[in-house]
Each structure stands twice: as structure tokens, then as C-alpha cells.
């Protein structure tokens, strides 16, 4: 074991080890009261370690270390000695963390939700949904349609659902990126899984989960083409989402299984596109 640093703040030094260990290296911390011994159990990573705390000296309130902080596994031993320093992070608090374009997706799906009973009320939804024929479509009017299908719930289930995976997922897009970036991913995952699954089936589709699997394909992508992700999935996670995908296709589960597919086929092919690009940036 070799000390690697002593800093002063216990709430950063638990989130920089958070970050070391979702990196794969075996950190632990020393919590006092006032402040914080970071130490490497593995020898080999002692010089990885230093170069990443260079770099978190230089930017530690980024946001990569607060969301290591909620995506490593396990319980935190030092987790009395630091919860009066997270006590700050109220709910509140936490919507005000929730990025506009998140916010705003959620909002209009509520209004929608509440407008179309439910996603019941045929005529309610009607000016929402996709074009009812691919004439209409054509013709190059009532553009909107491209996208809303996907603010329309069908049920509490369905709703709740695609609410709690976009304020997760997308969220994690906007905190650790930009609001431009998620709403691009949005826009362009809305539109290819909405056409594919009219050209499919026709228009009697609805839901956000076509573009939900295309922020998971793209975060998913994005951090394995990028070589300092600002973010980290879940272990599982894409293995679990995968096999839910697999299971529509049985008819078990009665979804949009084309928008989900071409969601995600989207959202991989944006992920590693743009980890290249920003890298070259």
C-alpha cells in the first residue's frame, strides 16, 4: 500500500477515489476530520494514480468524480463520517443538478401524459402521433410529427419507466457534457427510431424508450471509444437492457421493438463517432 495524497476536503477526496476505482485501480481513502489520506494498494498503479490526481488538483469540481461517486458499487465504509457533508444534497438540490433539456422533456411528457388521458384519448393524441401514411409523410408538412410520438405514454407503467431511465441516462449525458449534446441525441434518435418503427408497423406507436435506448447506446459507445470518459455505465447494465431488448422481439414484452433497436444502433453509432471527435478536438 502507498500513500498516494492528503487533501483537505473529505467530500472530494471520497469522490476522487470513487473515480480511481471506477478506473479499475484499487484506491481507498483515510477519512480524519480535517480532511482526507488517499492511499493505492497495488504498487503498479501508483503512477496512473498520480497522473490522475494532477489531474483532478486542476479540476476537482468536475463533474466525472461527483458521478463516479453514484455509479461504483458498494458501500462506503467511511459513509457516517461523511454524511453530514452530504446532507447539502437535498431533492431539491438535486433538481437543480437535473439539466433544462432533461427537465423540459419530462415536463412535456407529463403535460401530454395528463392532456391524452393516459395516452388513451385517440383524438387528444391524433396531432401528436407520426404520419398516419406514408403520403402524408411526403409531403413535407406537420413536421412536429417526426418527434412527438415519442412525448406520448401509453399507461403508468410505460410512463414512469421511460421518465425515470431519461432523467438517468439523459441526465447523465447533460451533467457530464452538454445540454446541445443531449438535445441532439434527442432530436436524431427520435426521428430514425420513430421512422423505423412507422415503416414497420404504421403509426400506432408512442413512448421515449426508442430514444432512451439511443442515449444508452450512445453513452455506451462514448465510453469505450473515448480514452477519459467523463462518465461510467453501471457494470450489467448494457447486458440487462440488452436482454430486455431480446425479449421484445419474443412478444413477451409488447413493445416498439423496431424503435428500440434503431434507437440504440443510432445512439452506438453517434457514441463512438463523437469519442472521436472530441478526442481529435
Not at 152 to 158: K, L, N, Q, W, Y
Request: hydrophobic letters at 50%.
Amino acid at each position: 500500500m502507498q500513500h498516494l495524497a492528503y487533501l483537505p476536503h473529505p467530500r472530494y477526496a471520497q469522490a476522487f477515489v470513487d473515480y480511481l476505482k471506477s478506473l479499475g485501480l484499487s484506491a481507498s481513502a483515510q477519512i480524519r476530520s480535517d480532511g482526507a489520506n488517499i492511499f493505492i494498494d497495488d504498487d503498479e498503479q501508483l503512477d496512473q494514480a498520480r497522473e490522475e490526481l494532477e489531474r483532478f488538483l486542476q479540476e476537482p469540481d468536475h463533474e466525472r468524480y461527483r458521478q463516479a461517486s453514484w455509479l461504483v458499487e458498494g458501500e462506503h465504509p467511511e459513509a457516517e463520517q461523511l454524511a453530514p457533508m452530504y446532507r447539502g444534497l437535498s431533492f431539491q438540490r438535486f433538481l437543480k443538478l437535473t439539466g433544462l433539456v432533461t427537465k423540459g422533456v419530462i415536463g412535456i411528457c407529463v403535460v401530454v401524459y395528463l392532456l391524452t388521458n393516459q395516452g388513451m384519448d385517440i383524438q387528444a393524441r391524433a396531432p401528436l402521433m407520426f404520419f398516419p401514411s406514408l403520403q402524408a409523410l411526403l409531403q413535407g408538412a406537420e413536421l412536429w410529427r417526426w418527434i412527438t410520438p415519442a412525448f406520448v405514454h401509453f399507461g403508468i407503467f410505460h410512463f414512469v419507466f421511460n421518465m425515470g431511465a431519461w432523467w438517468i441516462f439523459g441526465g447523465m449525458v447533460e451533467r457530464t457534457q452538454s445540454s446541445l449534446r443531449l438535445f441532439l441525441l434527442l432530436l436524431i434518435c427520435a426521428l430514425v427510431s420513430n421512422l423505423v418503427q412507422f415503416l414497420w408497423t404504421g403509426n400506432r406507436f408512442g413512448g421515449l424508450s426508442g430514444v432512451v435506448y439511443g442515449v444508452l447506446g450512445y453513452l455506451w459507445f462514448y465510453e469505450r471509444f473515448s480514452p477519459a470518459p467523463p462518465f461510467r455505465l453501471p457494470p450489467g447494465l448494457m447486458v440487462f437492457m440488452l436482454i430486455t431488448l431480446a425479449l421484445g422481439f419474443t412478444n413477451i414484452l409488447p413493445v416498439a421493438n423496431q424503435a428500440h433497436l434503431s434507437g440504440l444502433l443510432m445512439g452506438c453509432f453517434l457514441g463512438g463517432l463523437l469519442a472521436r471527435l472530441d478526442r481529435r478536438g
